[in-house]
């Protein structure tokens, strides 16, 4: 009988040491936003704040915008004069950017953006360097794009992903489309 009492002894005392032993991760808190010098937002700092710690992640910054994607991901637009924009997507520890966004898929991190100088439009992850040409802007399907311009301009307002994260490029003439290109999930790669 008294080894039965020693037996619960020990294991309540393994259950209560067992209990202070587990330790709860607290959860991540993550926050992006701006601090402007001036009422019209013409000179803004853009900051992230990761479990109280703030940092800068963007010195200048022209009327942005701040839109959160989820928990871990935030979205900055901001201008840099006429059609030059900045789109930065800010996660805990890294920011990726470009200057001629066309579309983000966030189910699955994909961004399209444009290279004007190589007339291309690229799909590639997001925080990634691996790139995939989608379409090639030399082809005679796009010669009615001028050359020495930002080409992501006439694709970003139609260009879109669907629900099953297709693609759907289309070179947009302000009140029809010129070509429709759809790209299964451009960035499996």
Do not use: W
Not at 45 to 69: E, Q, T
Not at 167 to 188: A, M, N, S, W, Y
Request: with cysteine; hydrophobic share 40%.
């Amino acid at each position: 009988m008294r080894e039965i009492y020693k037996i619960i002894a020990f294991l309540t005392l393994c259950l209560l040491l067992g209990r202070g032993a587990v330790v709860y991760a607290a959860p991540q808190t993550f926050n992006v936003f701006s601090k402007c010098t001036d009422e019209n937002e013409f000179e803004c700092k853009i900051y992230s704040d990761l479990n109280g710690k703030k940092s800068v992640v963007l010195d200048y910054a022209k009327s942005p915008m701040i839109k959160k994607i989820n928990s871990e991901l935030f979205y900055m637009k901001s201008s840099c004069g006429s059609p030059c924009q900045i789109h930065l997507f800010i996660a805990p520890n890294k920011e990726d950017g470009t200057q001629e966004l066309i579309a983000f898929d966030p189910k699955t991190n994909c961004l399209i953006e444009s290279d004007s100088e190589k007339m291309q439009i690229i799909a590639r992850k997001l925080f990634s360097k691996q790139k995939k040409v989608i379409a090639n802007l030399k082809a005679k399907e796009f010669s009615v794009l001028p050359s020495g311009v930002s080409v992501y301009r006439f694709f970003k307002d139609e260009s879109k992903f669907d629900d099953h994260s297709n693609f759907t490029l289309i070179l947009d003439d302000f009140d029809r489309p010129l070509v429709t290109k759809k790209i299964t999930q451009p960035c499996r790669i």
